[in-house]
């Protein structure tokens, strides 16, 4: 399979994209020496970008991006794609409204993930951003697809753009790589505020009545117009 020349304009776009979307990966302290990664779906084609794997953030460019068809295989690059490749293409091929995933082993959402508990909805961010509580998907090894079907499986009845893969870490998933980006560092941040207020006791949880209006009023109304 070649890529059409009326795609290269697009994946151009889409490399430098993918590769400034990882600074906020380092910026936000999501990730640790080359774990982590993000990729973006090619909107209209059966493609992805992601991380090339192995390769340390300082050294990622838009040339070192992979190319890979939604079944993981590689179309354009000189590396191997992220670990993380078959998982983010089996999400791409089953929920089709996502434009891109992020994967991290960031440290408070990992601790919840490790046992396997969902960051509870006690937050006006976390109904804002999350629509209730982050929830756990399913111990998965990587190798297969089990990792894709567990993120899909937790995530498609779920307004939660973020899974706590259990003794792992966390994937998010948005309409675009950015949104998923976003989702990642909102995550980690409810995590983080979440594990300090329970240090000090029980935190109370938002009614789920008012995290429907706040999940309503973010996703729908806030922000610039
Ligand atoms: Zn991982």
Same mark, same amino acid.
């Not at 080359?34 to 838009?62: E, Q």
């Not at 079907?149 to 998010?172: C, K, W, Y």
């Given at each position: ?108 959402? %990992? !601790?919840? @993930? /490790?046992?396997?508990?969902? *960051?509870? +909805? ?53 309409? %675009? !790589?950015? @949104? /998923?980006?976003?989702?990642? *560092?909102? +995550? ?38």
């Amino acid at each position: 399979m070649t890529i059409l020349a009326d795609v290269q304009d697009a994946l151009r776009e889409l490399r430098h994209e993918v590769c400034a979307l990882h600074e906020q990966l380092t910026r936000y302290q999501l990730v640790v020496w080359t774990a982590g990664n993000v990729s973006a779906r090619v909107p209209g084609h059966d493609l992805l970008v992601i991380k090339p794997s192995g390769v340390a953030y300082d050294a990622l460019t838009p040339e070192n991006m992979v190319v890979c068809d939604l079944d993981g295989r590689v179309l354009e690059g000189d590396h191997a794609p992220s670990s993380d490749t078959e998982a983010q293409a089996y999400v791409y091929r089953h929920m089709p409204h996502v434009g891109g995933v992020v994967h991290t082993h960031s440290t408070y959402a %990992t !601790a919840w @993930a /490790a046992r396997g508990e969902p *960051v509870p +909805c006690v937050l006006t961010m976390g109904a804002d951003e999350f629509g209730g509580e982050i929830p756990v998907g399913p111990f998965a090894i990587i190798g297969d697809d089990s990792i894709g079907r567990g993120i899909v499986e937790t995530l498609q009845d779920s307004r939660s753009p973020a899974v706590l893969m259990r003794n792992h870490g966390v994937f998010t998933i948005g309409p %675009t !790589a950015r @949104a /998923a980006v976003k989702a990642a *560092v909102m +995550c980690e941040d409810v995590a983080r505020t979440v594990h300090v207020s329970r240090q000090l006791g029980e935190p109370i949880p938002v009614e789920p009545q008012h995290v429907d209006a706040l999940y309503e009023r973010y996703q729908n109304v806030y922000g610039q117009r």
